[in-house]
């Protein structure tokens, strides 16, 4: 049986103010139940997390942060550090691809950013992920594989059990053109990561790591992922802020785990 608890991430972006989060986590609350084997991870703005921290029930959801800033402290500003966050999420998505498309993290960065998150008890989902230029280049192995090494490799094995890891075509992600991914084609890549994370730091971390799928993901389509080996859940965009959908995914997963026996 697997052991790796199935994690559903609601990354919102730059979406929702304050008291339109507190409203989506309300009704939320309201539709979705108590699941022991699922962790559902709520990833508002940083201005909206603090509210939020008050407001959720911990046992059905947890926090992440979209971002922050590789250093503890200092003159660094407008930025906001792991540090800070340490109180208030338990995860912290990295290297999302909108983060190095956009804002061109570097990959020395996002392996800085890992190891602060880390170092300050939170638990990076590390997002990685090709191009549509690099997927039609067949590039995609080389791609990941440096994004992961890069990305692990200021952190010990004992450490880089505790990573999440996101897999997320650039391509299939509903902003950037949303061309959903095959899952059996999914299943390559997912085996690709951990077979690499084996070789990189032994097959305990990599029977440890989760893996997760994001890339368009809706109530409707997300048990096609979900039912692959070694998929240990979903970041979802979109469909994250609509509380129906976002609540049909939980269930989706609930579902599979009851038929498979893995929500004992
Ligand atoms: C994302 O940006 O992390 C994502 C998966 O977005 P969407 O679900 O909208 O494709």
Redesign the pocket.
Known sequence: MNQRRTLIVA?W?MHLNTSQASLLVHRLHERIRIHRNIEVVLAPSMLVLQPLSTQIDRRKFRLAAQNAYQKDEGAFTGEVSFTMLQDLVHYA?IG???RRIYFNESLEEIRDKVAAAIRNDITPIL?IGETQHEHKAGETKQVLHDQIVTALSNLTAAQVKEVVI?Y?PVW?????G?TLAKPTEVQHILDFIRHQVSQLYGATAAEAVRVLY?????DQIVRGYLELEGCDG???????LNYQKFAGIIDAAHRLQTETGDDA
């Open positions: 990354n972006k998505l999302h691809s909108e997002c996101a997320e299939a992600i509903s902003t950037f949303g994001g890339g368009s993901v809706d979903a970041l979802v965009g979109g469909a994250s």
